[in-house]
């Protein structure tokens, strides 16, 4: 088993929240909203190995409702609205929250998985060599 060459863990998760690479930070990760391309149009890195699953809309949840609501809470005990000012408040912002930042951690945990070798990103890994081929160190 060979050693892997150690991999910038938060440059690679910070092209991935940017929606790049996470091998050359300039490719698109995304060929659609959340469809990860099979490689990365700029340097060809393999991406389809990536095993996000549930992750990414489980913090995506987590992290806007300690956004959202701490904010709605607030405002409840500051101005009492009605309950329809609330749905226009908080919905279009949940909704645009969750719309902003899904795919950006998708691309992080997608970095973060390339930067640590997880699954097919290690080219020792059997998932590598069950898609025919690996990615390059």
Not at 35 to 40: E, F, L, P, R, T
Not at 78 to 83: A, C, E, F, G, K
Not at 104 to 131: C, S, T, Y
Request: net charge positive; with cysteine.
């Amino acid at each position: 088993m060979a050693i892997l060459p150690k991999r910038d863990f938060w440059r690679a998760a910070w092209s991935g929240f940017s929606l790049k690479c996470p091998k050359c930070s300039k490719g698109d990760i995304f060929g659609k909203f959340l469809k990860v391309n099979d490689n990365c149009p700029a340097c060809g890195e393999a991406l389809h190995h990536h095993r996000a699953d549930d992750a990414p809309p489980y913090f995506t949840i987590f992290i806007v409702g300690h956004i959202t609501i701490p904010l709605m809470i607030a405002m409840e005990l500051l101005y009492r609205p009605s309950l329809w000012v609330h749905s226009l408040i908080w919905l279009p912002l949940t909704l645009a929250l969750c719309y902003w930042l899904l795919p950006r951690i998708k691309g992080a945990l997608i970095g973060i998985q390339w930067a640590v070798h997880m699954h097919g990103f290690d080219p020792n890994h059997d998932e590598a060599k069950e898609f025919g081929g690996h990615s390059s160190p």
